[in-house]
């Protein structure tokens, strides 16, 4: 049974600790990678804050949902030159300040129903929920609820660590400051816990792949070329508008040498295939098909994918590395996001 829609008091809440946020303003000195948690007092996950809008840019405050989409967070973070849109996907609560024309009508409706009023550049909240392998989506009242107390804990926390730079450092490795609540009889208060928090690993993913395209790719002729790989999530999503939409991804080939585009896959949800990044090999063994070559290299600037394309390597006769930059697949990457806004 779907969850019933939030109360108009749950989302006033989450409304006022928004502009608790706001009035605060810790984007204006506070890093991105500054995080601390929020234990959800109903679920027992744990949330990790981080501010974003040091540059001015995007001004925001972003509640990353468990360890795994907290360690996304920091392997992005260390890795600059990873595609921007790998955020998209990370599990999290999200409230955004932007200009009145960047809400949409839902947004500004739900503003005009709760008979509150903003004004100014930067200065409307609006809230949006991130899942993997969906694109963002508006909040359900377990997750309105629990980004209001992450807020409301975070207008405390903020003020003390600008008085206290050193509140959020920890002597032990992967240990973090956790706001936790806590009940003795009627009583109930906030406090602070440390807690190590260790890296979860990722799920097992089984790849697919066609016996019958193996044997095709595998007789073509070996071309002496080098070719720049990569997996990304398009910014667009795929949906009636009426539900949480899927994500579009795509697998990019191109050359090395040339800049030529040597084609493009769609991953999809398949019946039977929970995660489309099970069909990368597929992707990648019909895209070679279609160039009607096998390369002697390929070249990936994410150790992820790289591992991906090895295991097709094995089988294909090329060598996979790992390179800091794709300078034509970002080029190529960036010309088909232009086209597509």
């Known amino acids: 049974m779907p969850e019933p829609d939030p109360t108009p008091t749950e989302w006033r809440q989450l409304y006022a600790a928004a502009a608790q946020i706001m009035r605060i303003a810790p984007w204006q000195w506070m890093m991105e990678d500054q995080l601390f948690g929020v234990q959800n ?15 001015g840019e995007h001004l925001a405050v972003a509640v990353y949902r468990g360890p795994r989409a907290l360690y996304d967070f920091l392997v992005l973070h260390d890795n600059p030159a990873m595609a921007p849109t790998s955020v998209i996907e990370m599990e999290q609560l999200q409230v955004a300040f932007g200009d009145r024309d960047q809400l949409t009508d839902r947004d500004r409706r739900l503003i005009k129903e709760l008979g509150l009023k903003f004004r100014g550049r930067q200065a409307w909240p609006y809230f949006r929920s991130h899942r993997h392998g969906h694109w963002p989506w508006y909040l359900e009242a377990a997750e309105v609820r629990f980004l209001a107390q992450a807020l409301e804990q975070a207008a ?57 395209l193996l044997a095709r790719v595998k007789r073509l002729p070996r071309k002496r070329a080098t070719l720049e790989i990569d997996y990304f999530v398009l910014p667009v999503p795929i949906g009636s508008g009426h539900e949480r939409p899927l994500l ?30 099970a069909l990368i090999l597929v992707a990648v063994a019909r895209l070679l098909e279609r160039s009607r070559s096998r390369p002697t290299r390929i070249l990936a600037n994410s150790p992820l994918v790289a591992q991906f394309v090895e295991i097709l390597g094995e089988e294909l006769g090329y060598t996979v590395e790992v390179v800091p930059y794709l300078a034509q697949l970002e080029a190529a990457r960036e010309f088909l996001f232009d086209h597509m806004m």
């Open 156 to 212: 405390l926390v903020i003020p003390r660590m600008y008085n206290d730079p050193v509140l959020l450092d920890s002597t032990e490795l992967d240990t973090y400051l956790v706001r936790v609540l806590s009940r003795n009889g009627d009583h109930v208060s906030w406090g602070d816990q440390r807690m190590t928090i260790p890296a979860e690993p990722p799920p097992p993913v089984t790849f697919l792949m066609s016996s019958e």
């Open 248 to 277: 579009a991804k795509m697998v990019l080939l191109v050359d090395h040498d040339t800049g030529m585009v040597i084609g493009s896959e769609f991953l999809q949800r398949e019946p039977g295939v929970d995660d489309p990044l």
């Open 41 to 55: 007092p109903d679920t027992g996950e744990i949330g990790f804050v981080s501010v974003m809008g040091h540059l």
